[in-house]
């Protein structure tokens, strides 16, 4: 072969990785316009009178989710099911947020946490990688962590609505996650970064149980607290 012929291969492979790309990327696009579009409607929970509605918010997300899976499932199309790992920093931020907007509908919903599991059969996903466009692990921590952040500005907009005890079930769960991320041994640069985020979250939630505790506004979590 020619140095000719080897570059023009090189070229053909080239340009067909560029198309894999270019059309990943126009999936992505409108999946992360699906993404603030759950977000808009999430984001309503942090206003008085979307306090009061949050169980319908929680049922127009989960609405909005079948489009997520839709378009996933369009993106699964674009690329060899055996290189997710390739192509994988196309998607991996709005994975993320999805993630994250899938964790705050089932906090909303019950109060706990999501294991990835669910977020996997939410989002239309496998969880083991072996079967092909799945939720890494990483992926998932970051989610949760995105959660994290979120619930800390509903404890403060929770208090401002004059709902004083969710703050208190906010930083027991919060509390309960930090202790879990610190059984982690986490490497991963930017996921290290995100739970260094975490501890900032801890101590604005502890301002805001505190703030209420010296006005008299905490109450025993045996007798209220049941909102």
């Not at 126009?26 to 993404?35: G, P, R």
């Not at 709005?94 to 089932?106: E, N, W």
């Not at 921590?141 to 500005?153: C, F, K, N, T």
Request: a neutral charge; glycine letters at 6%.
């Amino acid at each position: 072969m020619s140095v000719t012929d080897m570059f023009s291969n090189i070229q053909g492979f080239l340009s067909a990785d560029q198309d894999i790309r270019e059309d990943i990327r126009k999936v992505v696009q409108v999946l992360e316009q699906t993404a603030r579009e759950i977000l808009t409607v999430l984001q309503s929970v942090h206003q008085p009178s979307g306090f009061k509605d949050i169980p319908s918010k929680c049922r127009r997300a989960r609405e909005l989710f079948c489009t997520v899976r839709n378009h996933i499932g369009d993106l699964k199309t674009k690329f060899p099911a055996d290189q997710y790992y390739r192509f994988h920093e196309h998607w991996r931020f709005v994975l993320q947020r999805v993630t994250f907007l899938a964790a705050f509908v089932v906090y909303l919903e019950s109060e706990t946490l999501v294991i990835r599991e669910e977020v996997a059969k939410i989002l239309g996903i496998e969880v083991d990688r072996e079967k092909g466009f799945h939720l890494d692990i990483e992926d998932y921590l970051a989610g949760v962590l995105i959660m994290a952040s979120e619930l800390s500005r509903l404890a403060v907009n929770s208090v401002t609505s004059g709902d004083y005890s969710r703050p208190l079930r906010i930083s027991s769960f919060i509390n309960e996650l930090d202790s879990g991320f610190r059984l982690l041994n986490l490497k991963n640069d930017p996921l290290r970064k995100r739970y260094d985020g975490l501890k900032y979250d801890v101590k604005k939630i502890e301002e805001v149980v505190y703030d209420l505790s010296i006005r008299g506004l905490t109450k025993d979590p045996e007798t209220g607290g049941d909102k």
